[in-house]
């Protein structure tokens, strides 16, 4: 008996995109807004990968830093980081997932030229450079949010 064999080549490329979207507060009122782009970096490829395959890693802080040093792929940390948060809530929706964290008054502060998403593994998942730098002080709040998309 013959047996024909079918082969199928799938071509599929996935590809991760990120979204940040910085709002700092006064007194409760918006006093700056930026959007930018970012680099899901190559350790955080593998983190995904990692999520993916069952591994107990998460994606769990968002950190803030003072360096202006372009991004690469290559990235492992934040140039001169300030601090990092818990994300403060996780959602997803359709093909995208969605990182919060809310900063108060006396978190964080001085000038954010860069971020980052971190795993709780303490890999560099994604950096962005911000053009539009944020200078937090102790009368300002800000919420972080960073939305990536599988594409």
């Not at 290559?74 to 140039?79: F, G, P, R, V, Y």
């Not at 919060?100 to 971020?115: C, I, L, Q």
């Amino acid at each position: 008996m013959d047996m024909i064999q079918h082969r199928m080549t799938l071509d599929h490329t996935l590809n991760l995109k990120g979204s940040i979207t910085i709002v700092l507060y006064e007194n409760g009122m918006i006093v700056k807004s930026i959007n930018v782009g970012n680099l899901i970096v190559n350790l955080g490829k593998q983190v995904f990968a990692d999520i993916i395959g069952g591994k107990d890693v998460g994606i769990s802080y968002i950190a803030v830093g003072r360096g202006d040093r372009e991004v690469t792929p290559n990235d492992i940390s934040l140039q001169q980081e300030i601090g990092r948060k818990n994300i403060t809530m996780k959602s997803s929706y359709a093909n995208q997932v969605r990182f919060d964290t809310f900063f108060d008054t006396y978190e964080m502060n001085g000038v954010w030229k860069e971020t980052a998403l971190i795993s709780s593994d303490n890999r560099l998942v994604a950096r962005a450079l911000l053009s539009n730098t944020i200078n937090k002080t102790s009368s300002n709040t800000s919420t972080i949010s960073w939305v990536v998309t599988f594409q």
